[in-house]
């Protein structure tokens, strides 16, 4: 499928205003990342602790996160993920004994602030061996006349009513424990008087430690600078080494820009940009080859037309098949970025930004870098001429 066809535009005469805008957003990304000490890391790259919970009603984010902070020092953020009454919170500490500390400070706090009724056990964050301690005396006392592998299975099909319930482990009731297999109404009397329902419940907890992510912070710099030299040694090898330069300088300039973005937005840089980083630096130089092999092919098939007007012709030529691609590819991540929620906001962020780059680098800087490396190389050969000639003329008058 061809969008365009003869098209003639003058892409490189046009250069200057994507090269200035280039310039400003690097020295600007740069400025923002010298101000603030470096990119702003996720809990993946700094060490800490993220903890997913999710409310019975809309939680109080502002409430959560003032509470969190007078008990726990250091930062924390809590975000709220849209449409699903679910927060993320993270603490940030540098501290590896203190992980576990913090995880255990921040769920005593939230029990203690949005918890149920004290003195009893909370079903909606406990485990079914708690339950089943809880269980076992007051059971006992009511006649119920477990055995204790009788009282094990309750427990355990207990949690698991829990965890299967229509509000992802959020019970609404201890009524609805009546479905439970071996509950009778004995059982579940003595159950109500020992268990109570919070409005929350902690789905799923991660814990990084300060050295791990600086491990992962290193290798993710590694894998991105590790795929840019296997790209320039690859194209220098399919081309030649000036055409690996410019289309590794490109991308590189992708990178810079969109990092210097995510600083100036304040985004969290994690494993997923880092996943979405290194996804654009194929893409760019894809995208980038694709034009370079055009130029390739013209070189052979017109010798006599100039370099600049060659590779404004080249740009044409893939025209179509930029747009096409870099198109759709830009809508799909518009639609990750305005529907996919806050999980994904840093990865498909850096998707449209990345995309945005990457397409006009290809053109407006790899381009540009081919032709002034071809000028430069024909006027050092057009001065050896000339001076060659010079000194043959000064040969010859000496001789006479």
Do not use: C
């Amino acid at each position: 499928m061809e969008l365009f066809k003869n098209t003639n535009f003058d892409f490189l005469g046009k250069k200057w205003p994507f090269i200035i805008a280039s310039l400003v957003l690097t020295v600007a990304g740069l400025g923002s990342l010298a101000a603030k000490g470096g990119p702003k890391y996720g809990i993946d790259f700094r060490g800490g602790v993220n903890m997913y919970v999710k409310f019975a009603q809309s939680p109080p984010v502002d409430k959560i996160r003032s509470t969190l902070s007078a008990k726990i020092p250091g930062e924390i953020t809590v975000v709220e993920i849209p449409n699903t009454s679910e927060v993320i919170i993270g603490t940030e500490l540098r501290d590896e004994k203190a992980l576990d500390a913090a995880r255990k400070s921040v769920e005593e706090t939230l029990k203690a602030t949005f918890g149920a009724t004290a003195g009893k056990l909370d079903l909606h964050n406990t485990g079914a061996s708690a339950l089943a301690d809880r269980l076992r005396d007051p059971l006992a006392r009511g006649g119920a006349g477990l055995s204790e592998q009788q009282l094990t299975d309750l427990a355990k099909a207990i949690a698991a009513f829990r965890d299967g319930s229509p509000n992802f482990g959020l019970l609404k009731s201890l009524d609805q424990l009546s479905g439970v297999a071996g509950m009778n109404a004995n059982i579940l009397n003595i159950v109500k008087q020992e268990v109570a329902l919070s409005p929350f419940g902690i789905r799923q907890v991660e814990v990084v430690g300060p050295k791990i992510g600086a491990e992962l912070r290193n290798q993710a710099i590694l894998a991105t600078l590790y795929a840019l030299a296997g790209m320039l040694v690859y194209i220098a090898f399919r081309f030649e080494w000036i055409y690996g330069a410019a289309a590794v300088l490109a991308v590189f300039h992708d990178v810079v820009i969109t990092i210097g973005l995510f600083s100036l937005f304040d985004k969290e840089i994690s494993l997923t940009v880092v996943a979405a980083l290194l996804t654009l630096v194929g893409y760019s130089m894809n995208d980038t080859i694709v034009v370079f092999d055009r130029i390739r092919e013209n070189l052979k098939a017109m010798r006599r037309e100039k370099f600049e007007a060659l590779v404004n012709g080249s740009v044409n030529q893939t025209l179509s098949r930029t747009v096409l691609t870099s198109g759709l590819t830009f809508v799909t991540a518009v639609a990750l970025l305005l529907f996919g929620g806050q999980v994904l906001n840093g990865f498909s962020f850096a998707l449209v930004a990345g995309i945005i780059v990457g397409t006009y680098s290809s053109i407006f800087i790899a381009s540009p870098i081919l032709i002034w490396w071809k000028n430069s190389m024909e006027k050092r050969n057009a001065s050896g001429g000339s001076e060659k000639v010079a000194l043959s003329s000064a040969s010859k008058q000496a001789a006479k």
